[in-house]
């Protein structure tokens, strides 16, 4: 029989046993949380980035603590549950009974303990998540000015100012009508797949020095009903010898009140301008047009850009103004000659003309939208972010052009099972293979070697690109499938190439080739349509340290494009709604809409860019637009604007019958 004081000693005992397994279902153990301090541009928060990892240093040090209390209180519930045992049964002793109280207390005190770490981690928790919140909201916030200020940056790009510099005389007629017929079929046209476009109009017709009506000028109007009134109104009449006062034309053409951001010129003529320079023409002013420099004329145009662009386009309709244009390239001068020899080629390559227009504009107003985000706020002006310093070599490295041989981890996505898993952030885990036949913990390996060319071969709006060799095992490096190309970002600064951004770059690409896969087996790609490639990504980080602080010591590591094909490298479209209309291939526009209709308007792969080889599309450095603006990084510029990519889309699909 226990006695009372022993029962009541084993009730009590019992009752701490019994809670203590409460308190260790509930006890708090702390969630990683992701490094955002990179995110917020601005945040106005008390806690400073070193204050977080002070921070995030204290509960990690709160959770092994408890851990360890956790630890030796279940030991010591194991040896009391013993003891209980023996108590009921009547074999305890009294060593064994002495014990028990022993225990009693300390478990008293153990709880206490374990109860403190747990309201230290859970205030320590409710810090951090609110800071963390805070912090998210600042990136909101920021993305919301950022996208705003992209919407702009096209509204900007889309006001046009649009003026046509044309030959008057008898043999034009029929290009003359060609324009008037033809510009409200272009403002539409141009206007399907730039939304907010916002053109004006203004002609200058010019003829000759003998001709009474030398020229007749309408400036910028919105009006393009007005436009082609007046247009119509143009006589093709006059002109002495063959060559015409386009130096006069081009004076007035300065004249016009330009205004808009994107600025396109279109000279159009039969017969070049006046100087036996430019040609070998019978010509009544051999010198020139009296008073006026054509080529002074031309260079002022062209550097009429304003804060935007300006185009200057040759209509090209006879052989005549060749040797003209070869001699203003010989002077520098170069203008963009286009096919107007017929009526359909008019709209064709005006339409052309100001979609690319619009977006050179828009790429020198935004100046290339960041692919990573970086602390500037007043608590964290360190984080300013400072070009690398680079040249570009783009032939491959000679022996002595290569890096030391580096060990790296490489980081690679989990397997993309089916479009579901698209609505959540892609898990990844470091790449581990066995070395050797027998597959043992020993023989697991998680590093490869790296060496890469000391100058970057190429560059874009945000990254460099570099030859680079990658192998299991060193003494394999050189060998042809070794061969890699890295991107890393061409900036350098705190946070900037923080191992974050890195992965955001390698989920963009991985969901894009898993989206490819997807739709090559899709019927939305007809029999016709070339199929599609992402190349694979992955992340490749030296284990030493020491080019951390240059920004040279992380990179998307990827295939290398197929040398050989059937194109140059292009850009074939953007994250705005662009598409290069020189290169528009039905199989990549079907593309983009499959993978918005695929994953139920949640996100679009854009930007697509790469090679074409054998009937086959090769892509790399996609951009994924999603309803989240939060996920993928900068270039992400959210529902906005996969309206306007889906609109532009299906403009150019139905335009070409598609």
């Known amino acids: 029989m226990l006695s009372k004081d022993n029962e009541t000693s084993l009730t009590m005992l019992s009752m701490e046993l019994s809670e203590f397994s409460v308190i260790e279902e509930d006890c708090y153990v702390l969630d990683e949380i992701e490094e955002v301090d990179d995110e917020a541009e601005e945040h106005d928060g008390e806690i400073g980035a070193s204050d977080m990892k002070m921070l995030k240093g204290e509960a990690s040090h709160a959770k092994q603590s408890t851990s360890m209390l956790l630890a030796a209180l279940e030991a010591d519930m194991s040896e009391a549950q013993d003891l209980i045992n023996k108590l009921k049964n009547g074999t305890a002793t009294a060593t064994d009974k002495s014990r028990v109280l022993d225990l009693k207390k300390k478990i008293s005190k153990s709880r206490s303990a374990t109860e403190a770490g747990k309201v230290r981690e859970d205030k320590l928790k409710t810090t951090i998540r609110a800071e963390e919140e805070s912090r998210r909201e600042a990136f909101r916030k920021i993305k919301i000015r950022q996208i705003k200020g992209m919407v702009n940056s096209v509204k900007k790009a889309e006001s046009v100012d649009l003026a046509f510099i044309v030959d008057a005389t008898s043999s034009m007629g029929p290009h003359i009508e060609a324009v008037k017929k033809n510009i409200i079929a272009i403002v539409t046209q141009v206007k399907g797949s730039n939304r907010s476009l916002s053109l004006r109009l203004a002609f200058v017709a010019y003829r000759d020095l003998c001709d009474t009506n030398r020229f007749e000028v309408l400036d910028f109007v919105k009006d393009a009903g007005r436009f082609q009134t007046f247009v119509g109104g143009i006589r093709a009449s006059g002109g002495g010898d063959t060559p015409e006062d386009m130096a006069g034309g081009i004076q007035h053409a300065n004249a016009l009140s330009w205004r808009q951001a994107t600025r396109v010129a279109f000279i159009v003529a039969d017969c070049p301008c006046h100087g036996r320079e430019f040609h070998s023409l019978g010509d009544d002013h051999p010198n020139g047009t009296p008073g006026i420099d054509i080529k002074k004329e031309l260079r002022a145009l062209i550097g009429n850009c304003g804060e935007g662009t300006m185009s200057v386009q040759f209509g090209r309709i006879t052989a005549f103004c060749d040797s003209m244009i070869a001699r203003f390239v010989q002077d520098g001068i170069h ?76 980081y690679q996505n989990k397997r993309i099972k089916s479009i579901n898993d698209l609505q959540a952030p892609l898990s990844f885990g470091m790449l581990s293979y066995f070395d050797g036949k027998t597959k043992t913990d020993e023989t697991k390996e998680s590093k490869m070697f790296l060496r890469r060319a000391k100058a970057p071969f190429a560059e874009g709006g945000c990254r460099l690109a570099y030859h680079a060799e990658l192998a299991r095992k060193e003494k394999s490096l050189g060998a042809p499938k070794t061969k890699v190309v890295l991107k890393c970002f061409k900036h350098h600064g705190f946070g900037v190439n923080d191992r974050i951004q890195y992965l955001r770059q390698m989920e963009v690409s991985n969901i894009a080739r898993f989206l490819a896969k997807e739709y090559n087996n899709s019927p939305f790609r007809p029999a016709h349509c070339a199929r599609i490639q992402v190349l694979m990504s992955c992340v490749v980080e030296e284990e030493d340290d020491a080019n951390e602080k240059d920004g040279n010591r992380r990179f998307c590591a990827e295939e290398v494009l197929p040398s050989d094909g059937d194109m140059d490298f292009t850009k074939f479209s953007n994250n705005t709604g662009y598409w290069d209309t020189d290169n528009m291939d039905e199989t990549l526009l079907r593309f983009t809409k499959f993978t918005h209709e695929a994953t139920n308007s949640y996100l679009m792969v854009t930007d697509l860019q790469g090679v074409k080889k054998n009937g086959k599309f090769y892509l790399t450095d996609p951009v994924i637009l999603c309803r989240d603006i939060m996920r993928f990084g900068n270039t992400n510029l959210g529902e906005t604007f996969m309206i306007e990519c889906m609109g532009s889309t299906e403009h150019f699909m139905k335009e070409n019958g598609w």
């Open 335 to 410: 203008l963009n000659v286009v096919d107007f020899s017929n009526e359909l080629k008019v709209k064709t390559s005006v339409t052309s003309s100001v979609r690319k227009s619009i977006f050179k504009t828009m790429s020198l107003a935004s100046g290339g939208t960041k692919a990573v985000s970086f602390d500037e706020g007043p608590k964290r002006k360190s984080r300013k972010a400072a070009l690398k310093p680079y040249s570009i070599e783009p032939r491959l490295p000679k022996s002595d052009e290569w890096t030391p041989v580096a060990s790296v981890k490489v």
